[in-house]
């Protein structure tokens, strides 16, 4: 198809320009959208476990019970977005729970440690 008049071509090429421009705008806003959406869902999820699981913990670690220790780690890891929680004291580890997964990023509660799992995941999914 040959365009012989150049307003036709203009138009053409003026309307492909600015739909591309568009499409490109709203896709890039739904992504930022998305991306903000998950971080506040993981956000939320360790504030959770600030709220919900440090008190315990914390009653844990004064009454030097391991075993209750070791439980509330492991129900913590089981959490989604959690990878590995970790007690240190001291630069030492003091109660590791080793559940690791590639692509994690600490996350400092106080002492308690946490990984999480890279936001690069989030996009896999």
């Keep these: 198809m040959k365009l012989k008049n150049p307003l ?9 320009l600015t739909s591309s421009l568009l499409t490109l705008m709203i896709t890039s806003a739904i ?3 998305d991306y903000k959406r998950d ?17 315990s913990v914390t009653n844990a670690l004064w009454a030097e019970d391991e075993k209750q220790l070791e439980l509330l780690l492991q129900g913590i890891s089981e959490l989604p977005n959690v990878s590995s929680v970790t007690i240190w004291q001291d630069n030492a580890n003091l109660l590791p729970l080793i559940k690791r997964k590639p692509n994690t990023l600490k996350v400092n509660l106080g002492q308690l ?3 999480l799992i890279a936001l690069n995941t989030i996009w896999a999914n």
């Design 8 to 16: 036709a071509k203009q138009l053409l090429v003026g309307i492909l």
């Design 31 to 33: 992504l930022w959208m």
């Design 39 to 55: 971080l506040s869902v993981i956000d939320q999820g360790f504030q959770q476990i600030e709220k919900s699981h440090l008190p």
């Design 113 to 115: 440690i946490t990984d």
